[in-house]
C-alpha cells in the first residue's frame, strides 16, 4: 500500500493593498531534501529563489492557483484566497489524500483537510507551498511593475509600505489596487486608517 499523499498549502498577499492573492498547493516525496526548506519570511530571496527551483524540479507535483483584485473586492480576503488555494489544488497533476493548510480555514476542495496556525513554519509541505506562492507573487508584482512603474511595486509588492501609501494619495489608485481596503497615512502619528475615495469605473 502506497503512503498517502500529503499536500501542503499557503498564500501569499493577503495584506497587500493592490495585486492578486497567490497559492500554492506542493505535494513532496519522501527524498525531498527538507533542510532547504523554512518560513519563506525567514528566508532570504536567494535562499527563497534556490528553494523554489529546487520544489518545482522534484516535487511529485505543484500548482499555483490566483485571485485577482478584482475578485478581493468582491468577495472579501478570505474568500479570494480561499478560491485561489481551490484553484492551485485543482491544477495539480497528481490528486492528494490530505491537504494541511496554513492559518485557520481550508478551501472547499472534496479531500480531507487540516487548518494549521504557523504551519508555514513547521510543516514542510506547506513550507515548500510559502515558498512557491511568495516567490510567484513577488516575480508577478516586479513584472507588473513595468506596466506602472510609478508606483514601485517592484520595491513593496503592494504591501502598504509609508512609500506606497504616499504614492497611491499622491498618484491616485493604480490599475490593480483593492478598492476595498484602506490606506494609511503615513505622515500621521500615530498611523491612521483613510478610506481611499474611488470612483466607480
Keep these: 500500500m502506497r503512503a498517502p499523499r500529503v499536500c501542503g498549502i499557503d498564500e501569499a498577499g493577503r495584506g497587500p493593498i493592490a495585486g ?3 497559492a500554492a498547493a506542493v505535494i513532496l516525496p519522501p527524498s525531498f531534501p527538507r ?29 499555483l492557483g ?6 478581493i473586492d468582491r468577495l472579501n480576503i478570505l474568500q479570494a484566497t480561499l478560491l485561489a ?5 485543482d491544477a495539480l497533476t497528481t490528486r492528494p489524500d490530505r491537504l494541511l493548510v496554513d492559518g485557520r480555514d481550508c478551501p472547499d476542495c472534496g479531500i480531507p483537510a487540516e487548518a494549521i496556525v504557523k504551519g508555514d513554519a513547521t510543516v514542510p509541505e506547506i513550507m515548500a507551498a510559502s515558498i512557491l506562492a511568495k516567490t510567484a507573487r513577488d516575480a508577478w508584482m ?17 504591501y502598504p509600505t509609508a512609500e506606497h501609501c504616499r504614492l497611491v494619495r499622491r498618484l491616485g489608485p493604480s490599475a490593480i489596487q483593492r478598492r ?10 500615530p498611523p491612521v486608517q483613510i ?7
Excluded: N
Design 20 to 22: 492578486p492573492v497567490t
Design 35 to 63: 533542510e532547504c526548506l523554512d518560513d519563506s519570511k525567514l528566508l532570504t530571496e536567494a535562499q527563497r529563489d534556490e528553494a523554489a527551483a529546487l520544489i518545482r524540479e522534484q516535487s511529485v507535483s505543484w500548482a
Design 66 to 71: 490566483w485571485a485577482t483584485h478584482e475578485e
Design 85 to 89: 488555494m481551490k484553484r492551485a489544488v
Design 142 to 158: 516586479t513584472e507588473y511593475s513595468r506596466v506602472e512603474p510609478a508606483y514601485g511595486y517592484e520595491r513593496h509588492k503592494g
Design 180 to 189: 476595498t481596503f484602506r490606506v494609511r497615512d503615513p505622515d500621521e502619528a
Design 195 to 201: 478610506e481611499l475615495e474611488i470612483p466607480a469605473p
